[in-house]
């Protein structure tokens, strides 16, 4: 006889998750033992692979404008500790990951004022070394680093690697557009991605995203006038072009809408309010009415969640960027700014964070800091990444970003969760979950049957069985354990839970 093989904990990834309301025995000892009626329960049912699904797509959209280096460095010092937490998880992560800047460009009659090219990077990936760094060690034709099934495509460690490639210096468009970045590299803007990125973006991997941005994201229609200079027919770069001056605060103007003194929603302004040179706004949010300019955070957040069947779980996003309040708006001087009248004064948003006493600093700002670091509200880039269940923010102000990157690192890993059971879950005449659970076995003949196991509970801890345990990185509820001596292929379980109208043992 073959030597006996010990039992195996199963780490089960969830395939399906399903809602119904069904006839179940649920007293009659399929689903943890005891007796009694037959009754109607609303169930909650997943579906498991027994194979963990360690793959993890992780795209990294990284300013590369004026004071960015900064930024870059600041990451770049806690990539060796975000590489440790990612390679301490249970299961050896199949890692992509690429790195994307937000240079759309700015398709403009004024593109020789503004310093933009018309497309920029267009979302293709990043992978040049520069700097002092003069490899990267990426294989020859790679755009993205990749570690499946033990192999990498690149010499070196990993950290090394990706600090090398994300240092994308400051040679940027002054217009950020993260987000349109990210849509145009991953292909969800409804066009096939760069030819670069072939390959990156796998159907069955889990989706890391992570911002670092100094401005706010000011992604426009290709067919947008918001960089023009020729507005109107008034070709004026001054603040009696129709839009006002052409710079960065056009992104705040017609992106975002917020609660002026008085409590009426607003666009922040392009002239003062009489007699005032500054403004305090509140509660602002992405403008996705037809007077913003810019391209919707909701067709964003559409367009990366139909990537994934099941976004919730699927997606996390996170974004190192400026605090969104305070908000405020400030009109100085125009020195040495082009076609300007004597006196005329300029529109800006004030920092959210930065140096003390800064003019162009909020003065309201509570995170001071003394490296240099500045940020403009990110109201657009927060409300992303807050709509989405899996998520994160940090400040770009923060000194160091070691306690970001590592919890940025743990939500990534524990992406590859064990299968996870939001309801409150029925419990038996006995007290056990009221769950049932059937595993498809593959037979020495190669024929797959059906095999029902109990709660360990019931079988003293004897395999096969399966139990529950508190949920831990982003689930809630409770995530299914299996203990097995026979590796099964897949499986279901099926618990009966509480819900509005239904009464049962454990309600």
């Given at each position: 006889m073959p030597p006996k093989m010990p039992p195996r904990i199963a780490s089960w990834s969830a395939g399906a998750l399903a809602l119904g309301a069904v006839a179940l025995g649920c007293e009659s000892g399929g689903q943890g033992?005891?007796?009694g009626p037959l009754r109607v329960s609303v169930t909650e049912s997943t579906v498991f692979s027994t194979t963990p699904n360690t793959r993890v797509d992780l795209v990294f959209v990284i300013d590369n404008w004026a004071n960015a280096t900064l930024y870059q460095e600041k990451l770049g010092d806690q990539i060796p500790a975000f590489v440790r937490v990612l390679q301490s998880q249970p299961h050896p992560l199949d890692l992509h990951v690429a790195i994307v800047s937000p240079d759309m460009g700015a398709p403009s009659d004024a593109t020789s004022s503004i310093g933009c090219s018309p497309a920029g990077d267009d979302g293709a990936f990043r992978s040049a070394p520069r700097g002092t760094c003069t490899t990267s060690g990426l294989e020859s034709g790679a755009t993205y680093l990749s570690t499946g099934n033990g192999v990498s495509n690149f010499s070196g460690d990993l950290a090394s690697t990706l600090e090398c490639i994300s240092m994308l210096g400051v040679v940027g468009c002054g217009f950020d557009q993260p987000l349109a970045a990210l849509d145009r590299a991953l292909g969800a803007d409804g066009s096939p991605p760069p030819a670069a990125n072939a390959g990156f973006l796998r159907d069955d991997a889990y989706l890391a995203i992570v911002f670092l941005a100094d401005q706010d994201d000011c992604?426009?229609?290709?067919?947008?006038?918001l960089f023009s200079l020729e507005v109107g027919g008034s070709n004026q770069q001054n603040i009696m072009n129709a839009l006002g001056p052409v710079d960065h605060y056009r992104c705040n103007r017609y992106g975002h809408l917020c609660k002026d003194p008085s409590g009426e929603t607003v666009m922040p302004p392009v002239v003062p309010p009489s007699g005032a040179t500054t403004l305090?706004?509140?509660?602002?949010?992405?403008?996705?009415?037809?007077?913003?300019?810019?391209t919707p955070v909701s067709q964003f957040i559409t367009d990366i969640q139909a990537l994934k069947p099941d976004p919730d779980n699927q997606i996390f996003v996170s974004a190192i960027i400026g605090p969104t309040t305070p908000y405020g708006v400030s009109w100085l001087p125009a020195e040495g700014r082009q076609n300007v009248q004597p006196g005329e004064l300029w529109p800006q948003v004030e920092h959210s964070c930065g140096i003390a006493g800064d003019d162009e600093v909020n003065p309201q700002a509570t995170q001071l800091v003394t490296d240099g670091s500045m940020a403009d509200p990110g109201v657009r880039l927060a409300q992303f990444v807050n709509s989405f269940r899996n998520n994160n923010l940090g400040s770009i102000c923060d000194p160091s970003y070691l306690s970001t990157m590592q919890a940025i690192a743990s939500k990534v890993g524990a992406l590859p969760s064990p299968p996870c059971l939001t309801g409150a879950i029925q419990q038996t005449g006995n007290g056990l979950p009221d769950c049932a659970v059937t595993a498809a076995i593959v037979a020495t003949n190669g024929a797959l049957t059906q095999a029902t196991y109990q709660n360990c509970a019931l079988t003293g801890g004897a395999a096969p069985c399966w139990s529950l345990s508190p949920g831990t990185g982003t689930c809630g509820g409770q995530t299914v354990n299996i203990v097995e001596t026979t590796p099964s292929t897949n499986g279901t379980m099926t618990c009966a839970i509480c819900a509005p109208g239904v009464s049962g043992p454990g309600c």
């Amino acid at each position: 006889m073959p030597p006996k093989m010990p039992p195996r904990i199963a780490s089960w990834s969830a395939g399906a998750l399903a809602l119904g309301a069904v006839a179940l025995g649920c007293e009659s000892g399929g689903q943890g033992g005891g007796n009694g009626p037959l009754r109607v329960s609303v169930t909650e049912s997943t579906v498991f692979s027994t194979t963990p699904n360690t793959r993890v797509d992780l795209v990294f959209v990284i300013d590369n404008w004026a004071n960015a280096t900064l930024y870059q460095e600041k990451l770049g010092d806690q990539i060796p500790a975000f590489v440790r937490v990612l390679q301490s998880q249970p299961h050896p992560l199949d890692l992509h990951v690429a790195i994307v800047s937000p240079d759309m460009g700015a398709p403009s009659d004024a593109t020789s004022s503004i310093g933009c090219s018309p497309a920029g990077d267009d979302g293709a990936f990043r992978s040049a070394p520069r700097g002092t760094c003069t490899t990267s060690g990426l294989e020859s034709g790679a755009t993205y680093l990749s570690t499946g099934n033990g192999v990498s495509n690149f010499s070196g460690d990993l950290a090394s690697t990706l600090e090398c490639i994300s240092m994308l210096g400051v040679v940027g468009c002054g217009f950020d557009q993260p987000l349109a970045a990210l849509d145009r590299a991953l292909g969800a803007d409804g066009s096939p991605p760069p030819a670069a990125n072939a390959g990156f973006l796998r159907d069955d991997a889990y989706l890391a995203i992570v911002f670092l941005a100094d401005q706010d994201d000011c992604s426009a229609p290709r067919n947008t006038q918001l960089f023009s200079l020729e507005v109107g027919g008034s070709n004026q770069q001054n603040i009696m072009n129709a839009l006002g001056p052409v710079d960065h605060y056009r992104c705040n103007r017609y992106g975002h809408l917020c609660k002026d003194p008085s409590g009426e929603t607003v666009m922040p302004p392009v002239v003062p309010p009489s007699g005032a040179t500054t403004l305090d706004l509140a509660d602002c949010t992405s403008n996705d009415t037809p007077s913003g300019l810019l391209t919707p955070v909701s067709q964003f957040i559409t367009d990366i969640q139909a990537l994934k069947p099941d976004p919730d779980n699927q997606i996390f996003v996170s974004a190192i960027i400026g605090p969104t309040t305070p908000y405020g708006v400030s009109w100085l001087p125009a020195e040495g700014r082009q076609n300007v009248q004597p006196g005329e004064l300029w529109p800006q948003v004030e920092h959210s964070c930065g140096i003390a006493g800064d003019d162009e600093v909020n003065p309201q700002a509570t995170q001071l800091v003394t490296d240099g670091s500045m940020a403009d509200p990110g109201v657009r880039l927060a409300q992303f990444v807050n709509s989405f269940r899996n998520n994160n923010l940090g400040s770009i102000c923060d000194p160091s970003y070691l306690s970001t990157m590592q919890a940025i690192a743990s939500k990534v890993g524990a992406l590859p969760s064990p299968p996870c059971l939001t309801g409150a879950i029925q419990q038996t005449g006995n007290g056990l979950p009221d769950c049932a659970v059937t595993a498809a076995i593959v037979a020495t003949n190669g024929a797959l049957t059906q095999a029902t196991y109990q709660n360990c509970a019931l079988t003293g801890g004897a395999a096969p069985c399966w139990s529950l345990s508190p949920g831990t990185g982003t689930c809630g509820g409770q995530t299914v354990n299996i203990v097995e001596t026979t590796p099964s292929t897949n499986g279901t379980m099926t618990c009966a839970i509480c819900a509005p109208g239904v009464s049962g043992p454990g309600c």
